[in-house]
């Protein structure tokens, strides 16, 4: 009898992995997961609350209410929305609706690594394509493609790097793709983004046939552990994934939560703004301590350090004194360590730390 075998490219996949627990108690500073600083909306706390007394139903099964919250928030047809539990299940659904085995994917040297590990759980091949100066290469992506190729991921912003594509340089990667290649636009952190040059995935949604958009609550809205994905494409792609989609894939109370935050602008435009504000302050302090920084549009940045031990040393000395942060040695950036944006005071403790620890080196 021969013995049980995961189907190839499983086993080669590396688990995801997150940030340590622990540290410090419960006053710890916890800036590892790129969270929202400033928590979520009072309405979606009382709209969760007050949906979650009907646990023993079922959620809507295809979570129509929020779908159509959404629409009307951005301007969208209600019948190219679908929801999923976090992006991360849309992220897979896509992949394995359009791709696996003896296909490729494309995704950016430092791109968020739940592309390779929902490649590989598809039976395909991840591609990485070289960045320039920690950004997504356009010219260097449009050279990995082939008649192999199925999917080219874009995080923009992305994460970890904090880099992004303006409008053309995004309207030249498509114009390059060809029309049975499907692009891939994970806008996870679409809303803290304050640039001119910047469009989610939105116009070119409108007007191709083969772009589809991804978007989450877990970022601004702070709504990470309810996990709540959305994407939006053309009706054919949509109806696509909504025929693997499992039902009931996100829970009423996590819907109740989603629309209430959605209709809570004046929160949202809160947090856009303390980040807007907070962001470039920390990176030019930092910098004042002989650091690198790496440019970033989103709610965290990377800081550079000599060296991956430095980098480890570096890490360690703010764990053991309270503040989590992150290493990206997984994303190819061994020297470098993540640091999420969090509130004015937490950021000041942060700096302090960074600046002991240089001192010290």
Known sequence: MGRLKAKPGVLQITPYAGSEAGAGGEDRIVISSNESAF????????????????????????????????AD??????????????????????????????????????????????????????????????TADVDAILDCVNERTRIVFLANPNN???????????????????????????????????????????????K?????????????????????GWAYGPTEIIDVLDRIRPPFNVSTPAIAAGIAALADTEHTARSRDLNAELLPWFME??????????????????????????????????FERGIVTRRVGGYGLPEWVRISIGRRDEMRDVLEALRAFVVAA
């Open 285 to 318: 302090e930092t910098k004042a301590l002989g650091l690198t920084v790496n440019p970033s549009v989103g709610n965290f940045v990377i800081v550079r350090f000599d060296s991956d031990i430095h980098a480890e040393a570096a890490y360690r000395f703010l």
């Open 208 to 228: 191709a046939s083969n772009v589809i958009m991804t978007r989450t609550f877990s970022k601004i809205f702070a709504l990470a552990s309810l996990r709540i």
């Open 160 to 206: 970890p790097t904090g880099t992004y594509l303006g409008n053309d340089a995004l309207r030249r990667l498509h114009a390059g793709i060809p029309d049975d290649v499907l692009l891939v636009l994970d806008a996870a952190y679409a809303e803290y983004v304050v640039t001119p040059d910047y469009d989610p995935g939105v116009e070119l949604v409108r």
């Open 39 to 70: 928590g979520p909306s009072s309405r979606a706390l009382e709209a969760y609350s007050v949906s979650s007394e009907e646990m023993q139903r079922y959620p809507e099964i295809d979570a129509r209410s929020l779908r159509m919250a959404l």
């Open 73 to 134: 928030h951005h301007g969208l047809e209600v019948e190219k929305i679908i929801c999923g539990c976090g992006s991360d299940q849309l992220i897979n659904l896509i992949t394995l609706a359009y791709a696996g085995p003896g296909d490729e994917t494309i995704f950016s040297e430092h791109g968020f690594t739940m592309y390779p590990i929902a490649t590989r759980a598809a039976g395909a091949t991840p591609v990485p394509a070289s960045e320039t100066n920690l």
